[in-house]
Antibody, heavy 121, light 108 residues
Framework: QVQLVESEGGVVQPGRSLRLSCAASGFTFSNYGIHWVRQAPGKGLEWVAVISSDGSHKHYADSVRGRFTISRDNSKNTLSLQMNSLRAEDTAVYYC??????????????WGQGALVAVSS | EVVMTQSPATLSVSPGERATLSCRTSQSVSSNLAWYQQKPGRAPRLLIYGASTRATGIPARFSGDGSGTDFTLTINSLQSEDFAVYYCQQYNSWPPYTFGQGTKVEIK
């Protein structure tokens, strides 16, 4: 069955960096685009970034562009989100989610369980 | 950016009744709209894509309709497990992919 498992998040000080990863199994990872979506405590869903199946296309939300970098290693079936210059407003549960197509230009059909990132001094 | 507006914010429904949720977009998204269900402490689950196609394993009591800027999610004969928050999302004009603010369906 399709599984997406995020690494543990953590508590990080403002201005510092954190790297999240997402391990995929149960499907041919290299055929699918993958999204990151986040949810601040008690709030709604916010799309963060997407990467195409071969990693050639990446798109970001304005709120994270220039600070976050999405990448993937198809040989290891893993996705990463490098988060730099973290701010208090980045505090959220971060979900990786599969796009049903390789281009990543769609909805998300399977989601991981989420990883909590708390930015606090 | 396409702005998504869901209404109502909260819907109180008795088990067995029908719930109708609305999602309106600030510009046409054709049929490129999805609906998700989220329960407390859980990840979202895809219910509907293409405005009206049920995802794998989704019961027939869930149905989606609409195109352009106005969409509805209908849940017939609400079951106890259906009480949750529901989000719509457009994937026609991106980035960014945008979500509505959610509708909470609660027990009346």
């Amino acid at each position: 069955q399709v599984q997406l498992v995020e690494s543990e998040g953590g508590v990080v000080q403002p201005g510092r960096s954190l790297r999240l990863s997402c391990a995929a199994s149960g499907f041919t990872f290299s055929n699918y685009g993958i999204h990151w979506v986040r949810q601040a405590p008690g709030k709604g869903l916010e799309w963060v970034a997407v990467i195409s199946s071969d990693g050639s296309h990446k798109h970001y939300a304005d709120s994270v562009r220039g600070r976050f970098t999405i990448s993937r290693d198809n040989s290891k079936n893993t996705l990463s989100l490098q988060m730099n210059s973290l701010r208090a407003e980045d505090t959220a549960v971060y979900y990786c989610a599969r796009d049903p197509r390789g281009d990543g230009y769609n909805y998300a059909d399977y989601w991981g369980q989420g990883a909590l990132v708390a930015v606090s001094s | 950016e396409v702005v998504m507006t869901q209404s109502p914010a909260t819907l109180s429904v008795s088990p067995g009744e029908r719930a109708t949720l609305s999602c309106r977009t600030s510009q046409s998204v054709s049929s490129n709209l999805a609906w998700y269900q989220q329960k407390p402490g859980r990840a979202p689950r895809l219910l509907i894509y293409g405005a009206s196609t049920r995802a794998t394993g989704i019961p027939a009591r869930f149905s989606g309709d609409g195109s352009g800027t106005d969409f509805t999610l209908t849940i017939n004969s609400l079951q106890s497990e259906d009480f949750a928050v529901y989000y719509c999302q457009q994937y026609n004009s991106w980035p960014p992919y945008t979500f509505g603010q959610g509708t909470k369906v609660e027990i009346k």
